[in-house]
């Protein structure tokens, strides 16, 4: 069961522009939301959080954006660079500390 | 900022022969994970650790994958017999709320 789950497996940016990655959820016990970006053979890097009580988050060019209701939360990059090209994931915690991770999306910014 | 060490980075093996992988979390952390990435597949879950002992693990996670933390740093993965799609990257996590920490990864490749 994918309790995270993120339907675009890639999408394409031109440079500039904003690049909006989708994550959906099913579980609203999810205390946390974190998004990471991971290169090829490297391990996934912390990007930006977002707790449960908050709807929006903002670090410099990242800003993840919580809608409960929707059970929706989307990571925006403006402006999208060529070395933002990457797989990003999502993921969520529970109280429980049970942590659950989205199957990525692959972000190609074109320059 | 905190690290999370994996060692070796990359190893090669015969099919049905034993690897252990290893991992240096984060000292204060609490909770330890492994993942696998199969090379150009997603992230899985393999198990997650807590307080000594298997909190979680996946189907992937049979009786030919074991955890432990022997000495109180080192978390490891044991492969007992090792099967040709067993290769993919290895990586551990180190997870104190809300924040995650991967290691770099091991590079499994199985012969």
């Known amino acids: 069961d994918q309790q995270v789950k993120q339907n675009s497996p890639s999408l394409s940016v031109q440079e500039g522009r904003i690049s909006i990655l989708n994550c959906d959820y099913t579980?609203?016990?999810?205390?946390?939301f974190l998004w990471y970006k991971k290169y090829p053979a490297e391990g996934p890097t912390f990007l930006i959080s977002?707790?449960?009580?908050?709807d929006k988050n903002e670090d410099g060019r990242f800003t993840v954006f919580l809608n409960k209701s929707a059970k929706h939360l989307s990571l925006h990059i403006v402006p999208s660079q060529p070395g933002d090209s990457a797989v990003y994931f999502c993921?969520?915690?529970?109280?429980?500390?049970?942590?659950?991770f989205g199957t990525g999306t692959r972000l190609t910014v074109i320059p | 900022e905190p690290e999370v060490t994996q060692t070796p980075s990359h190893q090669v093996t015969q099919m049905g022969q034993e690897v252990i992988l290893r991992c240096v979390p984060i000292?204060?952390?609490?909770?330890f994970y492994w993942y696998r990435q199969i090379l150009g597949q997603k992230v899985e879950f393999l198990v997650s650790?807590?307080?000594?002992?298997?909190?979680?693990k996946s189907e992937i996670f049979d009786d030919q994958f074991s955890v432990e933390r022997p000495d109180g740093s080192n978390f490891t993965l044991k492969i007992r017999s090792t099967k040709l799609e067993d290769s993919a990257m290895y990586f551990c996590?180190?997870?104190?709320?809300?924040?995650?920490?991967f290691g770099p990864g091991t590079r499994l490749t199985v012969l």
């Open positions: 993921a969520a915690i529970t109280g429980a500390n049970n942590l659950f």
């Open positions: 579980n609203s016990m999810f205390d946390y």
């Open positions: 650790f807590y307080n000594n002992e298997i909190s979680e």
């Open positions: 000292s204060n952390h609490l909770y």
């Open positions: 996590a180190s997870f104190r709320n809300p924040f995650v920490y």
């Open positions: 977002i707790s449960s009580i908050k």
